[in-house]
C-alpha cells in the first residue's frame, strides 16, 4: 500500500460541500454557546461537521448515527462515574464498556464508534453529573439539526451529472467495441491483435460497474431532496438507459471471446460472418444513437444519420463453411443487441 494513497482521494471534494461544512460548524458553535453557556460546544461543532454529507439522504442518516452515539455515551459515562467515581482508569473502562454496549445492541460501525468516542470524552472533560449529560445531549442535537438544515437549505447536492458523465462513456465505449469487433471481422488478425481486441472488450465491466455506481449515488441524492422535482424524470430516464445498455456489455464480451475462440483466417471471407460485422456496424451507430442524451460530451462527427440503422434483424442461410457455430452464436447475440437497441427485449 502507497503511503501518499491513505492520505489523498481520487476525487476533489466540491468547494462548496468544504464551505458548507465550516459554516455548519461556526454557526453550530455559535448557536449552541448562546444556548446553553458555559463548557465550549465541543458536541455541537462536531455533530454538524459530521453531518454535512455529500447527500441529504446521508445528512439525515448521519445525524440519527451521531445522536443515538451521543446519548448512550454520555448515559455509559455518566452511569461509570456513579458506580466508579472519576478515576483515571475509568476512561478505559468507558470504551470497553462503550463497544461492548454498541456490540450488543447490534449498532453499526460509526454509531458503536461514536458511542465510544462520547463516552471518552465526556470523562476526558472533567465534567460528567446529570446536567452536563443531558446539556452535552441537547448540544448535540442543536449540532446535528444545524447540520442537517443547512446541508438541505444551502443548494442540497444533486449527483445526475456524474451518472450522466459514465452512462455517456459506457455508450460511447460500447460502440467502439462494437466497431472494432465489425472491423476483426473483414481481415485476418495477428494473436496479438485477437489478445487486445479481448482486454478492449473486457475494460466494458469496470465501466458498467461504475456507471452503476453513479446511478445509486445519484439517486440517493434525490432522497429527501427538495429539488428532487426537477431532476426525477431526467435520473428515471438514464436509469431505462442504462437498463437498456447495460446487457449489451455482456452480449459484446461474449462475441469477442466466441470470435477469438474460432477464429480461423478463412472467416474474413465468409459471406455470413462479413453480414454479421457489417450489422455490429450498424449497431454500434445505434448505440450512439441510443446514449446522445446522456453524452455531454459527444464525439465530433460520430454521429453520420439520427435514424437507426439496424432495421429488422438479420437472416442468413445456414453456413456452407465450418463456421456455423461461430455464426450461430454471434447471430443469437446479436439477436438480443437489436432487441435491446430497439427496446423489444
Do not use: C
Not at 449515488?217 to 432522497?223: D, G, K
Amino acid at each position: 500500500m502507497r503511503f501518499p494513497a491513505t492520505l489523498r482521494s481520487a476525487r476533489r471534494a466540491p468547494l462548496l460541500q468544504v464551505l458548507k461544512s465550516a459554516a455548519a460548524t461556526i454557526a453550530a458553535w455559535l448557536i449552541a454557546g448562546w444556548v446553553l453557556p458555559g463548557p465550549l460546544p465541543v458536541f455541537a461543532a462536531i455533530a454538524a461537521l459530521l453531518v454535512v454529507q455529500p447527500s441529504v439522504n446521508q445528512s439525515l442518516s448521519k445525524a440519527i448515527e451521531r445522536s443515538a452515539g451521543v446519548i448512550l455515551g454520555v448515559i455509559i459515562a455518566v452511569l461509570l462515574t456513579v458506580v466508579l467515581g472519576a478515576q483515571s482508569w475509568v476512561v478505559l473502562a468507558a470504551v470497553v464498556v462503550a463497544m461492548l454496549a454498541a456490540w450488543a445492541m447490534r449498532a453499526s460501525t460509526g454509531t458503536g464508534n461514536q458511542v465510544a468516542i462520547s463516552a471518552v470524552l465526556v470523562l476526558a472533560l472533567g465534567a460528567s453529573n446529570p446536567d452536563y449529560a443531558v446539556d452535552r445531549i441537547i448540544e448535540t442535537l442543536i449540532g446535528a439539526a444545524i447540520g442537517f438544515v443547512i446541508n438541505i437549505a444551502i443548494v442540497p447536492p444533486v449527483l445526475t451529472a456524474p451518472a450522466r458523465r459514465d452512462i455517456g462513456m459506457l455508450g460511447r465505449e460500447l460502440a467502439a467495441s462494437l466497431d472494432r469487433l465489425a472491423e476483426a471481422l473483414s481481415a485476418n488478425r495477428s494473436g496479438p491483435q485477437l489478445q487486445e481486441l479481448m482486454l478492449e472488450a473486457r475494460l466494458l465491466r469496470p465501466m458498467k460497474d461504475a456507471a452503476e455506481a453513479s446511478l445509486e449515488e445519484a439517486e440517493e441524492s434525490l432522497a429527501l431532496n427538495p429539488r428532487r422535482g426537477r431532476h426525477r424524470d431526467d435520473l428515471t430516464a438514464l436509469r431505462a438507459l442504462f437498463e437498456r445498455i447495460s446487457p449489451v456489455v455482456t452480449q459484446v464480451i461474449g462475441m469477442t471471446r466466441a470470435y477469438i475462440d474460432h477464429y480461423e483466417d478463412s472467416l474474413a471471407q465468409d459471406p455470413a460472418v462479413r453480414a454479421i460485422g457489417d450489422q455490429l456496424r450498424r449497431a454500434g451507430h445505434d448505440m450512439r444513437l441510443a446514449v446522445q442524451t446522456a453524452d455531454v460530451a459527444p464525439e465530433p462527427d460520430a454521429m453520420t444519420s439520427t435514424i437507426p440503422a439496424l432495421t429488422t434483424p438479420l437472416v442468413v442461410r445456414p453456413p456452407a463453411s465450418d463456421h456455423w457455430i461461430l455464426v450461430g452464436s454471434l447471430m443469437e447475440d446479436l439477436r438480443r443487441i437489436h432487441g435491446e437497441l430497439r427496446d423489444e427485449a
